[in-house]
Nanobody
Framework: QVHVVESGGGLVQAEGSLRLSCAAS????????MGWFRQAPGKEREFVAA???????TYYADSVKGRFTISRDVKNTVYLQMNSLKPEDTAVYYC???????????????????WGQGTQVTVSS
């Protein structure tokens, strides 16, 4: 069982920045593929970004490309640096783990098998 905990959400003005963190425990961190998803009120949860277990490859949704950066350290934490935030980025952000990893970067909810409880990000205009 993998335990996933997000932190770092909050309220920020448009064009501001936030960094989300996600700590995963319960196994070998360097064997996990990690992803971020978000769910806005009244909308379905959507893919945001993913990173391979080595950190060598990343993938982003078009809506955040160039503004968000996913990264990971060697211990147990994945980050989502969010810059130039827009009101439409307002959502609950979820960290997800795929274990064991696939040979590709998964982008669908059903491809991840462990989830955090979510952290709220609110961007005011």
């Amino acid at each position: 069982q993998v335990h996933v905990v997000e932190s770092g959400g909050g309220l920020v003005q448009a064009e501001g920045s936030l960094r989300l963190s996600c700590a995963a425990s319960g196994g070998a961190f360097n064997t996990y593929t990690m992803g971020w998803f978000r769910q806005a009120p009244g909308k379905e949860r959507e893919f945001v970004a993913a990173i391979t277990r080595s950190g060598s490859s990343t993938y982003y949704a078009d809506s955040v490309k160039g503004r968000f950066t996913i990264s990971r350290d060697v211990k147990n934490t994945v980050y989502l640096q969010m810059n130039s935030l827009k009101p439409e980025d307002t959502a609950v952000y979820y960290c997800a783990v795929r274990y064991p990893s696939y040979a590709y970067l998964p982008k669908k909810e059903e491809e991840y098998n462990f989830w955090g409880q979510g952290t709220q990000v609110t961007v005011s205009s």
